[in-house]
């Protein structure tokens, strides 16, 4: 599986906007990138996922770069329950329903 | 809807020891994934099954072994124990394979082992 490089810490105050940087350099034509969130003392959540488009839910919005080889999990008002670890994460078709993890970003947001 | 179940929810074993870890998924849903999680790392990938038939298989030793029922339902068994078997064990769920599906985490299993 292509490999995903994220930072490992960010910091943030509360309900001010989050980017959170994903690079993925050797992802492939048919990798959808696929963000998850994982709160404490929980499993991880499903947040959103692209192919080459830029994307929009209640939660979040992924912004792909026109190359693809990188992309940015925009917050748009952090809040407390926003602190997480983010996983960037690339899939694609042969891999089944398998998710390779990576480190993830641990986001602080600050009141 | 109730989202993933799994149980125990706590477990505490001795080395050389055998556990049995159980996940029910979301309704509707056919595809069953295990993830061991160590602490301070990203869960890894242990199995996958889809329909009842093993799809996915990760880089764990033979000690590891799971199955998924008719009812979709799955176990995760893991033999003869190790100290560094103790982490936090995650099940997910999925309507099928492909990767557009969204996976759906239950709480996880934390084991402890002595």
């Known amino acids: 599986d292509a490999k995903t490089t994220q930072p490992n810490s960010m910091e943030s105050n509360e309900e001010e906007p989050v980017h959170l940087p994903c690079n993925h350099s050797?992802?492939?034509?048919?990798?959808?990138i696929h963000w998850y969130r994982q709160l404490p003392s929980q499993g991880p959540e499903y947040v959103i996922h692209g192919l080459t488009s830029n994307v929009n839910n209640r939660m979040a919005s992924l912004a792909i770069a026109e190359d693809r080889k990188s992309s940015t999990l925009i917050l748009h008002r952090a809040t407390l329950r926003d602190a997480a670890v983010y996983y960037c994460i690339l899939r694609r078709g042969t891999s089944g329903s398998r998710l390779t993890f990576g480190e993830g970003t641990q986001l602080t947001v600050n009141p | 809807d109730a989202g993933v179940t799994q149980s125990p929810t706590h477990l505490i074993k001795t080395r050389g020891q055998q556990v049995t870890l159980r996940c029910s998924p979301i309704?509707?849903?056919?595809?069953v994934s295990w993830y061991q999680q160590v602490l301070g790392q990203g869960p890894q990938f242990i199995f996958q099954y889809y329909e009842k038939e093993e799809r996915g298989r990760g880089n764990f030793p033979d000690r590891f072994s799971a199955r998924q029922f008719p009812n979709y339902s799955s176990e995760l068994n893991v033999n003869a124990l190790l100290l560094g078997d103790s982490a936090l064990y995650l099940c997910a769920s999925s309507l099928g394979q492909a990767e557009t599906y969204e996976q759906y985490f239950g709480p996880g299993t934390r084991l402890t082992v002595t």
């Open positions: 050797t992802i492939s034509g048919t990798d959808y």
């Open positions: 309704s509707g849903h056919k595809s």
